[in-house]
């Protein structure tokens, strides 16, 4: 589990293949990897894997042809930057969201513009994401914890203020940039619980929210 607080920004030293799938070797050198153990889990850019080798500042990670194929870790090559986060522990501070590390898709950055002194994005995401973000509801984007500033049909807006852009990639994106999108989990878990409710007396309904003030009438 994690918090989206960026913790270090690393540098892929270089990709293994392995027998049909890859291991992604990683250099992090400000990410304090003296703490860390074979089996920790560790965000890279939004996407859990699990620590199989240590080396000094450099951690080995298995990556399957599941994870390849649904997130943006296969467009990554040696010298490529990567947002780093090492696994929350319980007496530390939930300072972003409850992120997962399980990423739901790839969603493309539409364009930047100046906002005073932050900086706002448009991020496109697929349709079959789109249902689940909401006006100022949570998202991760890259590993990232953000607040939703506006939603126009499959595309949402976010600020981000200096000190991200200069401790994460966000001051790298550009048109066209290709980003892990994950969804707030609760958005996922309301969907199931309205799924497997729909019909029954004593299951959650959009009209028992509607009831009882959680959601708006249609």
């Known amino acids: 589990m994690f918090t989206g607080i960026i913790q270090a920004l690393g540098h892929i030293d270089r990709i293994e293949q392995a027998q049909g799938d890859a291991v992604l070797v990683v250099r992090a050198e400000s990410l304090g990897l003296a703490a860390a ?4 889990s560790i965000a890279v850019n939004g996407v ?7 080396q000094g500042h450099v951690f080995h990670a298995d990556v399957s042809n599941e994870t390849l194929d649904n997130t943006t870790l296969q467009q ?6 990567v947002n780093l986060e090492m696994a929350v522990r319980p007496s530390e501070p939930l300072g972003g969201h409850i992120v997962s590390g ?7 950055v539409c364009r930047s513009e100046n906002d005073a002194r932050s900086t706002r994005y448009v991020i496109r995401v697929p349709d079959e994401l789109a249902r689940y973000i909401a006006k100022k ?15 126009s049909g499959n595309e949402f807006s ?6 991200t852009q200069q401790v994460t990639l966000f001051g790298t994106y550009k048109a066209g940039t290709r980003v892990n999108i994950e969804v707030d989990v609760i958005a996922r878990y309301v969907e199931r619980l309205l799924t497997v409710g729909a019909g029954k007396a004593d299951g959650l309904s959009y009209s028992s929210l509607v009831d009882n003030g959680f959601a708006p009438a249609q």
Do not use: R
């Open 76 to 81: 990554l090559a040696a010298g490529a930057s």
């Open 137 to 151: 509801g949570s998202i991760t984007v890259d590993g990232v914890s953000l607040t939703v500033n506006e939603v």
């Open 48 to 54: 859990c894997l699990t620590v199989t080798s240590l």
């Open 102 to 108: 399980h990423v739901d898709g790839v969603g493309e």
């Open 158 to 163: 976010v600020n981000i203020i200096p000190h």
């Open 37 to 40: 153990n074979i089996g920790d």
